[in-house]
């Protein structure tokens, strides 16, 4: 298995603009996490999908973040409008599920490095 | 208070030192405890995970757990120029699906 797919892994745009990132999890998890990461907060959570279906997305930061799952294979986050805030780098990570979790983890995409100018 | 709190070094050692890397953390209804290690520009992957107290031994790596104190430990023993990379502490509850992340150490050993 090729592992998480996330593309682009860079991303430079303006601020104001559009921002879609994209995700293609491993085949057979069925569970799908968004999460960012900063210098000063870490990772956080912005929302996670199961079976394609948003669980939680009480991390996204405000409306100008969307998600969605259309189906098992693919995931877009998108930023709209962006703004230089919204600069980190943004992971997707997929887990088969099942309990415990901690004993299947995460497996994380090399991520995309967003920054708004 | 964030639940996971984790110094955020950066933390240099010369080859073969032992290494700790600590967190402590708030909820006391966490579990499982993990440690991911993520090399620059690439994702975390899992290391290692411990469940509720004790210790848990992999090759040169060992996680501990103190309930107790809310306190977790990483050490590794003849630490390796290969081992220099950001370590990151997780932890959830059995039933949760969300890791909860310290902001993790960066950690580098000079040959």
């Known amino acids: 298995d090729a592992g998480v797919i996330q593309s682009p892994r860079h991303e430079v745009t303006e601020m104001g603009q559009e921002v879609t990132l994209r995700c293609k999890p491993i085949s057979g998890h069925d569970y799908l996490f968004w999460y960012r990461q900063t210098m000063m907060r870490g990772l956080e959570l912005l929302i996670y999908f199961n079976n394609n279906v948003p669980i939680d997305d009480s991390g996204m930061p405000e409306d100008r973040f969307s998600a969605k799952m259309p189906n098992a294979s693919f995931s877009t986050l998108k930023i709209q409008p962006s703004e230089p805030r919204d600069s980190a780098v943004y992971f997707c990570?997929?887990?088969?599920?099942?309990?415990?979790?901690?004993?299947?983890?995460?497996?994380f995409g090399s991520g995309t490095r967003l920054t708004v100018v | 208070q964030k639940e996971v709190e984790q110094d955020p070094g950066p933390l240099s050692v010369p080859e073969g030192a032992i290494v700790s890397l600590n967190c402590t953390y708030s909820n006391s209804a966490f579990q499982y405890f993990m440690w991911y290690r993520q090399y620059s520009r690439k994702g975390p992957e899992l290391l290692m995970y411990?469940?509720?107290?004790g210790n848990k031994e992999d090759g040169r790596f060992t996680a501990q757990v103190d309930k107790s104190s809310k306190y977790i430990s990483l050490f590794i023993r003849d630490s390796q120029p290969s081992d220099s990379a950001t370590y990151l502490c997780a932890m959830s509850r059995y039933t949760g699906n969300q890791f909860y992340f310290g902001t993790g150490t960066s950690l580098t050993v000079i040959p």
């Open positions: 411990t469940y509720s107290s």
């Open positions: 990570a997929s887990s088969p599920g099942g309990l415990p979790l901690a004993n299947y983890g995460y497996t």
